[in-house]
């Protein structure tokens, strides 16, 4: 959780960044995800609400997903199975998550051609880096090799 927690932080900042700058306006996946949980709640939903889901699943559900397939994942450094991690994941996100929210596949609907693609892209392997590194560091038992 430690490196779920660090990683997630990472994702925050990227999102505080976008907000900040005004970066691609019609691209506001937390907004989509709301209206997302409020069709499917049939109500309104706080707004807190879909960045205390992106920190739990950040923090919790792939900090322990990672920790447990960490053996498995490809790459010899915690920083490599980081970088497979997340480009699995955004993969998922492109593929799934934005054509869920309205936004079409890696959210080219968005209206700002690749660059929120290319934006996710950076943040999750932002984040796999970090929870790639951290957990290595707080788990060197795992970067031993077993012997056969």
Request: proline share 7%; aromatic share 12%.
């Amino acid at each position: 959780m430690a490196a779920g927690l660090a990683a997630s932080a990472v994702h925050f900042a990227f999102m505080v960044v976008k907000s900040q700058a005004g970066l691609f306006p019609s691209f506001q996946p937390y907004e989509d995800l709301q209206r997302t949980l409020n069709g499917l709640v049939g109500g309104a939903v706080h707004p807190a609400v879909p960045w205390l889901l992106s920190f739990a699943n950040g923090t919790m559900v792939l900090g322990f997903v990672f920790a447990r397939g960490y053996r498995l994942i490809p790459g010899r450094s915690g920083i490599m199975k980081g970088l497979m991690f997340g480009l699995v994941g955004w993969l998922l996100m492109g593929l799934a998550f934005f054509p869920l929210l309205g936004q079409g596949v890696f959210a080219l609907g968005a209206g700002h051609g690749v660059l929120p693609a290319l934006y996710a892209l950076a943040m999750v392997l932002s984040y796999a880096v970090v929870l790639g590194a951290v957990y290595a560091a707080l788990n060197p038992e795992d970067q031993r090799t077993p012997s056969p």
